[in-house]
């Protein structure tokens, strides 16, 4: 396989892991359930476009359409080819395997870079960061927030960290390390690496859509019950019909 390759198509891509099924290679890793549905969100956007899986969040979009059908039959597919050990793990294992060359491919956020780069490896020589398949041109968006709580036992300590991670040092020094991008539109891009600068670009011209997994595209009351039906899914514990309605119940209302 190129390894550079970026795929236009969730086909494409599925074709290639089935190439893969044949070695001695998951063509593609995953962890527990939560990094399951981050991988299940990714399909429904590159299936269902960034108007159609906005729409999930917003109820223009029918849950339960042929549309979603087949991006389901899609994630169903896909995750034929993940790790068996997956229920066991969680990102940073999931991701490792792909640094250590047991698994082909991994979708994950943009702090997966960091885990490569902490372990010398090189972007564009050891490893490849591209579009999640069939996404190019959307950028898939969460952010990190600190807050002061009502009530915190120590506000000025709280309010001097706020003031830290909100200043344009403070979040060179925070996005550097964990391999995201500030939310500062004065920071410099040559203060960051090369993914990273990517990734800067790629949120000011891209067509941005919100994260389920990561809590941006719906109520944690609904991403906690998409994520219990995607587990039941997974784990065989009902088919995709079944599943196919819990996610349509789950975002009922």
Same mark, same amino acid.
């Given at each position: ?174 996005? &550097? ?35 389920? &997994?990561?809590?941006? &595209? ?36």
């Amino acid at each position: 396989l190129d390894p550079s390759a970026e795929y236009d198509d969730l086909d494409s891509f599925i074709a290639d892991l089935k190439k893969l099924d044949k070695m001695d290679v998951t063509p593609i890793s995953v962890a527990t359930t939560w990094t399951q549905v981050h991988l299940l969100e990714t399909v429904l956007l590159a299936d269902l476009g960034p108007d159609g899986y906005s729409g999930l969040w917003d109820g223009s979009t029918d849950w339960t359409s042929g549309d979603v059908t087949g991006a389901l039959e899609d994630f169903e597919t896909i995750m034929s080819y993940t790790n068996s050990d997956r229920d066991g793990l969680d990102w940073p294992e999931a991701t490792q395997q792909v640094i250590d060359g047991q698994a082909a491919f991994n979708v994950m956020g943009d702090w997966a870079v960091a885990a490569f780069e902490e372990q010398k490896k090189e972007l564009g020589t050891d490893f490849v960061a591209v579009p999640s398949p069939g996404t190019a041109g959307t950028f898939d968006f969460l952010a990190d927030s600190f807050t002061l709580p009502v009530g915190a036992p120590h506000p000025d300590g709280t309010k001097a960290w706020l003031e830290t991670i909100g200043s344009l040092e403070g979040q060179t020094a925070f996005n &550097a390390a964990k391999g995201s991008i500030p939310a500062r539109t004065d920071a410099d891009p040559m203060d960051f690496s090369e993914y990273q600068q990517t990734a800067i670009e790629s949120f000011a011209n891209d067509t941005i859509v919100s994260s389920l &997994a990561h809590g941006a &595209a719906a109520p944690v009351a609904t991403l906690n019950a998409i994520s219990d039906a995607t587990s039941k899914f997974t784990t065989g514990a009902s088919d995709l019909d079944a599943f196919q309605s819990d996610l349509a119940a789950a975002t009922a209302g």
